[in-house]
């Protein structure tokens, strides 16, 4: 569970699918915004991190089976 949470919060599924941009600025975004939302100021960058990660989450299994079908290709 704590594993889970962590890949997660890290945005690793980005990076292990080889979307390390992207990754890295939803990582930067959530950590920026994360103590600014502790003294409400950071809600905004904390609200486009949540739909980011709402979306992603309806995302993952294309971005997923287009990783895979690119090894596949790779290797055959």
């Known amino acids: 569970m704590r594993n889970r949470i962590l890949w997660r919060a890290t945005r ?3 990076f292990y699918l080889g979307r390390g941009g ?3 600025i939803m990582l930067l975004l959530t950590l920026a915004s994360l103590p ?3 003294i ?4 905004p960058g904390m609200f486009v991190t949540i739909i980011w990660v ?6 993952l299994p294309g971005m997923v089976q287009q990783a895979n079908n690119k090894l596949i ?3 055959a």
């Open 54 to 59: 709402v979306i992603d989450a309806l995302r």
């Open 73 to 75: 290709a790779s290797l």
């Open 40 to 43: 409400f100021w950071g809600w």
């Open 36 to 38: 600014w939302a502790l």
């Open 12 to 14: 690793g599924h980005r």
């Open 22 to 24: 992207t990754a890295l």
